[in-house]
Nanobody, 119 residues
């Protein structure tokens, strides 16, 4: 069974940093596209960042230059390093894995971790 478990969320002051972790089991995350999404109160979940099996990283404009996605293959873990945090970054952050086999895609999600940035 594929399982994704996020951790590292919490309360930080504006301008501070935080690192989120996503522990993956049941599949090798290094050969699949992994990503981070976030959901603001009253809004739909939206894309934040992703990293492909080849190591190519992509970011949404609001976090470009402030967030960095990476992975530790030996630990089956994907990270989201967040710096220069703003109150507007406050949201529930979700880890995502895209599994593609024979042209079919399957989405897997973690349970989410709360990030709150105070002014």
């Amino acid at each position: 069974q594929v399982q994704l478990v996020e951790s590292g969320g919490g309360l930080v002051q504006a301008g501070g940093s935080l690192r989120l972790s996503c522990q993956v089991s049941g599949v090798d995350p290094s050969i699949h596209t992994m990503g981070w999404y976030r959901q603001f109160p009253g809004k739909q979940r939206e894309f934040v960042a992703q990293i492909t099996a080849a190591g190519t990283a992509t970011y949404e404009d609001p976090v470009e230059g402030r967030f960095s996605i990476s992975r530790d293959s030996a630990k089956n873990t994907v990270f989201l390093q967040m710096s220069s945090l703003k109150p507007e970054d406050t949201a529930v952050y979700y880890c995502h894995l895209l599994l593609i086999n024979f042209g079919y895609s399957t989405d897997y999600w973690g349970q989410g971790t709360q990030v709150t940035v105070s002014s």
